[in-house]
């Protein structure tokens, strides 16, 4: 059974041999919900590479003591995949950097498309952006990442294009592309940026402008998936199927 892990602030001092305490809502997540015991194996980890390991040695009503094996220090991969997400209505959007982060990608960039029928407007894109950096935290839990993806802020189409200048390649989903993905020999380092538009498709015009900037579209295929899919199997078919 793989240890469950679980984010604590402030682990460079952690070293083999001490003892490490876990509180607040991560230590009442594993003692009420978990139900974890003394003795039993855990993972700590601060979201930017750091993982610690070790077992429960003492439970302390909502915090825990735990007794570190081993400390590692995970570097980011040589090959950094990014989701640049457009807002979608419902939860689509919520699904798609979800399923992206425990596919692995590096970070996640929200975008306000076009085509977006979910804005975030005013105050809407503090709260948009906390929102999201706390469903890629818990996704990053629950596949057990030592990394966080960090989440952005909020991007119109014409930011979004300087943003995109920083990196190595740029690859815009769009059903009407010639070129499929599968088809592609993605480079083994640099930044990639993987650009998932709305419900209703990227707009013509946004389309000219990734283009005129140097983006590469590409399709998944033809069966049309929706954007809470699009971006899942982009990642997997990148992550997985090692392109």
């Known amino acids: 059974m ?21 509180s607040g809502p991560e230590a009442k997540h594993a003692i009420t919900v978990r139900r974890m015991r003394v003795g039993e194996a855990i993972q700590l980890s601060d979201g930017s590479g750091l993982r610690v390991k070790g077992t429960i040695q003492e439970l302390k009503g909502t915090s825990l003591m735990v007794l570190v094996s081993e400390v590692i220090t995970e570097p980011l991969p040589a090959r950094q995949l990014f989701l640049v997400q457009a807002l979608a209505k419902g939860d689509r959007d919520e699904l798609a950097i979800q399923a992206a982060t425990e596919l692995g990608v590096t970070g996640v960039i929200p975008w306000q498309a076009a085509r977006s029928i979910s804005r975030w407007d005013g105050v809407k894109q503090a709260k948009g952006q906390e ?14 990442r030592a990394h966080n993806p960090k989440v952005q802020g ?7 294009i300087r943003a995109l200048a920083d990196f190595d390649l740029v690859l815009v989903l769009d059903i009407s592309a010639s070129k499929l993905l599968s088809s592609l020999e ?12 709305p419900e209703g498709g990227i707009d013509a015009s946004e389309l000219e402008l990734f283009v005129s900037s140097g983006a590469e579209l590409i399709s998944l295929g033809a069966n049309v998936l929706r954007t809470s899919t699009a971006g899942m199997a982009a990642v997997a078919a990148i992550t997985l199927g090692n392109l």
Do not use: Y
Request: charged fraction near 20%.
């Open 2 to 22: 793989v240890e469950p892990l679980f984010h604590k602030d402030n682990l460079k001092e952690a070293a083999i041999g001490a003892q490490v305490e876990l």
């Open 131 to 144: 929102r999201w950096q706390l469903i890629v935290n818990e996704a990053s839990k629950q596949s057990l």
């Open 154 to 160: 909020i991007l119109d189409t014409k930011g979004l």
């Open 186 to 197: 993605l480079p083994a380092q640099g930044k990639i940026a993987l650009v998932v538009g």
